[in-house]
C-alpha cells in the first residue's frame, strides 16, 4: 500500500497533530501546500471550534484528518491528587496562580466531537491513548473516514487489528509529548521507533504511519524501510513560521542542552519533554491522573508561558528537538522527503 492509498498525499509525511496550540491552521495549510498529509488536533478544542477547523481545511483543498483522544477509565487517586496539590501550591504560588484543588475530569467532550465527525465526515479520524468501541469503528467508515489507531505496543496493534480499525499510527518512546500508550501507568521504555514498528508490522497486516524521533531524512528513510507506509513528524515544526508554540517554548528549545525526559509531572500520563526544574522538582512524586492533573497545572504551565519562565512550562520535544529550526515548516517537511 502507498501513502496516496492510505492518507491520499503526495508526499510520505504527516504533519503530526500537536494538540494545545502548536499546530495551527497555518501549519496544516503548509504542510498540505508542500504535498504532506495534515492532521488537526481534536484534542482540547470546543466541538464548534474543531467544526470551524474542520470548514477550513475543507476549503483548502487536499487530504486532512482528525486526530481525537480516547477517554480512559476514572481512577483517579484522590488522596494521592490531594498531596501533589499540595506540593504544587509553592510553584502556582510564585506564578501568582490559585490552583484548583478539586480534581477536575472531563472526556474532552468525546461524544460530541464524535457526534461531529459523523455528521461532517473527514477523509482520516485518528485516536490516541486508546481504542474507541467497534461500534463507533465501524461508524466512522460507514460514513466514509477512514480510522487509524495510535499504538505503542505489539499487543495494542492487535487489538486496534481486531477493533476494525483501517490503520495504526505506531508510536516508538523517542516522541514529544504524551506517549499514545492505552496504560498511563505504563513505564515507557527506551527504544528506537524503527524496531517498534517492525514488530508491529510483523505481528499486524494492517498499514503503519511511524512516529517518534524524527530528526531528519536518515529518520525518515529509516522508518519507510522498517515498514511503514508514512512518517509522522511533529518537534520538527515546532520552531517554523507557522508553529502556535508560545515564544517561550520555542526559545526554550533553540537555547537548551538538556536531554529529555519521560515524565507525568504536567498532566498524569507519561509525555516527553525536555528536563527543566519543574520536571526536577516533581516528577518522582507525580500521580497518575489524567485529566485531572492536567487541569490542576494548566493556569500553572499558562502563566509559565506567559512569563517567560521555561523552568515551570511544560517543554514537549522528542529526542531529536536539537534539529529543530526556524523558517517555514513546508520547507522543513520537503527537506524531510528529500531523495524519496
Do not use: C
Amino acid at each position: 500500500m502507498t501513502t496516496a492509498d492510505l492518507l491520499g498525499s503526495e508526499l510520505p509525511i504527516v504533519a503530526a497533530p500537536m494538540a494545545g496550540g502548536p499546530t495551527t491552521a497555518g501549519l496544516a495549510a503548509a504542510a498540505t501546500e508542500a504535498g504532506a498529509f495534515a492532521f488537526l488536533p481534536g484534542g482540547y478544542l470546543a466541538p464548534d471550534r474543531l467544526a470551524s477547523d474542520i470548514t477550513a481545511a475543507r476549503e483548502r483543498g487536499g487530504p486532512f484528518g482528525v486526530n481525537l483522544f480516547v477517554p480512559g477509565p476514572e481512577s483517579l487517586d484522590q488522596g494521592a491528587f490531594a498531596a501533589y496539590a499540595r506540593r504544587l501550591a509553592p510553584e502556582a504560588a510564585a506564578l501568582g496562580v490559585d490552583l484548583v484543588a478539586e480534581p477536575v475530569e472531563d472526556d474532552d467532550r468525546w461524544a460530541d466531537k464524535l457526534r461531529l465527525l459523523v455528521e461532517d465526515p473527514v477523509p482520516v479520524v485518528s485516536f490516541t491513548f486508546g481504542l474507541p468501541s467497534a461500534a463507533d469503528v465501524r461508524t466512522l467508515r460507514r460514513v466514509g473516514s477512514a480510522v487509524l489507531a495510535s499504538v505503542t505496543t505489539v499487543d495494542e496493534a492487535t487489538a486496534a487489528r481486531d477493533g476494525g480499525v483501517d490503520g495504526l499510527v505506531v508510536q516508538g518512546p523517542a516522541a514529544g509529548g504524551h506517549s499514545a500508550t492505552w496504560d498511563p501507568d505504563r513505564s515507557i521504555a527506551d527504544a528506537p521507533t524503527s524496531a517498534v514498528v517492525r514488530a508491529v508490522a510483523a505481528a499486524v497486516d494492517l498499514p503503519l504511519v511511524a512516529a517518534g524521533g524524527v530528526d531528519g531524512p536518515e529518520a525518515v528513510r529509516e522508518l519507510l524501510a522498517a515498514g511503514a507506509q508514512a512518517v509522522a513528524v511533529g518537534t520538527l515544526l515546532l520552531r517554523t513560521d507557522e508553529s502556535g508554540a508560545s515564544a517561550t517554548y520555542q526559545a526554550a528549545l533553540a537555547a537548551s542542552d538538556r536531554d529529555t525526559v519521560v515524565t507525568r509531572s504536567f498532566t498524569g500520563r507519561p509525555a516527553r519533554a525536555v528536563r527543566n526544574g519543574f520536571v526536577d522538582r516533581h516528577d518522582a512524586a507525580a500521580p497518575v491522573g489524567y485529566p485531572a492533573i492536567h487541569h490542576l497545572t494548566r493556569d500553572l504551565r499558562r502563566r509559565a508561558a506567559a512569563t517567560g519562565d521555561a523552568e515551570r512550562l511544560h517543554l514537549w520535544a522528542g529526542t531529536g528537538y536539537r534539529n529543530a529550526a526556524r523558517g517555514p515548516a513546508a520547507d522543513v517537511l520537503r527537506t524531510l522527503a528529500a531523495g524519496l
